[in-house]
């Protein structure tokens, strides 16, 4: 998507953030991120301010209005949502700004507890019902084996994209970009940070043991588990043909190979 700079809105867009947050001293483009034709962070009278906008007629909009909607439900974690504005043809969320970076998953790093402690406040939240988000045994039935997306099923709201930089570390771990929000099995969210594991160095084998932190990944039966794995694959295989970026070709090789590993333990587990 496109970057835009704060500027570059409509005079009508800016001055409806000015009313929400103040006249704007600053803008500064955020680094990073790949849902927002604007991301920036400004300095107001009110004090700082993080803005995430799209066209109101962007393929992608809707993802956002979701977003401004799970908003409320979210754990205390993650950022406040302070206002959700239609105007000049932009769809705009103003967010809390969190001290901080990017999480490093890299293998040894100090912020893996905070991640793991993130996460396991999330395996506690249901999933809103007033609220219009996709149920997992939905979102990845195209992909998933016979007879298996129902095993995807569950309560728990899920974040689905787990990358480092959707979660923000200083004291802790904030998990932000809800662009995604998903309900389902609460194990499907240590499944989706397997992946992100892999690709930050960790083996197989350590992924995993990040995952088991989680009572629901333990106890998730190896059937489900690995009929996820094999739609996550699918799904990540479809992706990186769509798109030649060698970061979703890393993606797609590491959820064959997350694939391949649960698979062997089902095959492992099953009676001579």
Same mark, same amino acid.
């Given at each position: 998507?496109? +970057?835009?700079?704060?500027?570059? !809105?409509?005079?009508?867009?800016?001055?409806?953030?000015?009313d929400k947050a103040g006249p704007v001293?600053?803008? +500064?483009?955020?680094?990073?991120?790949? #849902?927002?034709?604007?991301? /920036?962070?400004?300095?107001?009278?009110?004090?700082?301010?993080?803005?995430?906008?799209?066209?109101?007629?962007?393929?992608?909009?809707?993802a956002q209005r979701r977003e401004a909607a799970i908003s409320p439900h979210l754990p205390r974690a993650c950022p406040r949502l302070y206002w959700h504005i239609e105007t000049a043809g932009w769809d705009l969320l103003g967010y809390e700004v969190l001290p901080g970076r990017h999480a490093d998953y890299s293998p040894g790093s100090p912020d893996l507890p905070l991640v793991a402690a993130a996460l396991a406040e999330l395996q506690e939240t249901t999933a809103p019902t007033d609220v219009p988000i996709k149920a997992a045994e939905q979102?990845?039935?195209?992909?998933?084996?016979?007879?298996?997306?129902?095993?995807? /099923?569950?309560?728990?709201?899920?974040?689905?994209? !787990?990358?480092?930089? #959707?979660?923000?570390?200083?004291? +802790?771990?904030?998990?932000?970009?809800?662009?995604?929000?998903?309900?389902?099995?609460?194990?499907?969210?240590? /499944?989706?940070?397997?992946?992100?594991?892999?690709?930050?160095?960790?083996t197989l084998v350590e992924a995993d043991a990040f995952a088991r932190r989680f009572p629901s990944w333990r106890t998730a039966p190896a059937e489900a588990k690995e009929a996820f794995a094999a739609a996550n694959a699918a799904a990540w295989q479809e992706i990186a043909h769509a798109d030649a970026a060698s970061w979703k070709a890393s993606m797609a090789g590491h959820a064959v190979a997350f694939h391949a590993h649960l698979r062997a333990q089902v095959i492992g587990n099953e009676p001579t």
């Open positions: 998507m496109i +970057r835009h700079h704060f500027h570059d !809105l409509p005079v009508e867009a800016r001055q409806a953030i000015a001293h600053a803008a +500064r483009t955020a680094d990073g991120g790949l #849902n927002s034709s604007i991301a /920036a962070f400004l300095e107001t009278d009110h004090g700082p301010v993080f803005v995430k906008g799209i066209p109101t007629g962007h393929p992608q909009a809707p979102r990845w039935a195209t992909y998933a084996p016979p007879g298996t997306a129902a095993l995807f /099923a569950g309560d728990t709201l899920l974040h689905t994209d !787990l990358a480092p930089h #959707n979660l923000i570390v200083d004291d +802790r771990a904030h998990i932000i970009d809800w662009a995604w929000p998903t309900r389902g099995a609460a194990w499907i969210d240590p /499944a989706i940070i397997i992946l992100r594991l892999l690709e930050a160095g960790h």
